[in-house]
């Protein structure tokens, strides 16, 4: 179908949208509908309100950023030399935070794909996690 709005005006939208979202969260979206996947976003009843959602397929999938969530062996994810102790207490809370919300979304039954943002997302990197899950 064309697009109802000219390049500008859906330039322009783009960009709103942009503040909104992350783009690796916009990414992992537009990647997931192309492989014919009807991803929900925000669901806020779900245990760390995952990126994206495949309620029918029973995953969710996170984009993680790579320093707030303590990737680990991650040269992104390394500590600020000032505040260390701040920086260090509050990643490693985001980390147990994280794990946390995985249990609870394993116990329901999810299936729970994590993405970094220090690998770019690709389409074959994406299919290729999905298979186990997707027939
Ligand atoms: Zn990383």
Not at 62 to 85: D, I
Request: net charge positive; proline share 4%.
């Amino acid at each position: 179908m064309a697009d109802v709005y000219n390049k500008a005006k859906r330039s322009e939208i783009m960009s709103k949208i942009k503040g909104k979202h992350t783009s690796p969260e916009i990414r992992l979206v537009l990647l997931l509908k192309e492989l014919g996947l009807k991803p929900q976003q925000h669901r806020k009843d779900l245990p760390g309100c995952p990126d994206a959602v495949l309620f029918r397929k029973k995953i969710v999938l996170f984009v993680n950023g790579c320093f707030w969530h303590g990737h680990k062996n991650c040269s992104r994810a390394s500590l600020p030399n000032t505040n260390r102790v701040f920086w260090q207490t509050k990643i490693e809370k985001n980390i147990r935070r994280d794990a946390s919300q995985c249990r609870k979304l394993r116990k329901r039954g999810w299936h729970v794909l994590t993405f970094w943002t220090c690998k770019p997302l690709t389409r074959t990197i994406l299919t290729s996690r999905l298979r186990r899950y997707i027939s």
